[in-house]
């Protein structure tokens, strides 16, 4: 009799893997069609057609999008545009300039320009609206420039 709850036991020991596996691979593969399902509704999301009216379906999103009016930007002062990475000033009048929005000191997207510096609210950076150049640490690197085009009242990302 011995012999029969040692079989039981192993019969029931190897009845299990098989049912771990399965479930292993079950969960694996519905993990892979969640992927595979979320990545064609992004790829569907971006071949909708443009909608002139709002300046396409990647309007913002990249070169050649236009950010802003040049009205929008103060002189001395200027405006961050958070979704592009961007921040675009004008530290003269007519003059218009762009650089990256994320802080050289730590990664943090500055949050503030006024009265000629662009701030970063993590350790208080300050970088001119001239040029990008520190004013403040603790950052020691000036913040990357980005192109920009001003053409009739519209500022594009180059």
């Known amino acids: 009799m011995t012999s029969g709850p040692l079989q039981t036991t192993s019969a029931s020991s190897a009845s299990s893997e098989p049912s771990r596996r399965t479930v292993v691979a ?6 892979i069609a969640a992927a595979l399902t979320a990545c064609g509704s992004e790829n569907d999301s971006s071949s ?4 002139p009216a709002d300046g396409g379906a990647d309007a913002g999103a990249g070169a050649g999008s236009v950010l802003a009016k040049t009205s929008d930007i103060p002189e001395g002062g200027g405006k961050i545009f958070k979704d592009q990475g961007v921040v675009v000033t004008q530290p003269s009048a007519g003059t218009f300039k762009a650089f990256s929005s994320t802080c050289t000191h730590q990664g943090c997207a500055v949050t503030g320009v006024a009265d000629g ?3 970063c609210p993590c350790h208080q950076s300050a970088f001119s609206v001239t040029d990008g150049s520190v004013r403040k640490g603790p950052a020691t690197k000036p913040l990357p420039e980005k ?8 500022i594009k990302l180059a």
Request: aromatic share 0%; proline share 5%.
């Open 48 to 51: 909708t057609s443009p909608n």
């Open 117 to 119: 510096v662009i701030t």
């Open 147 to 154: 192109q920009v085009t001003v053409s009739g009242d519209s």
């Open 26 to 31: 079950a969960v694996g593969a519905v993990g």
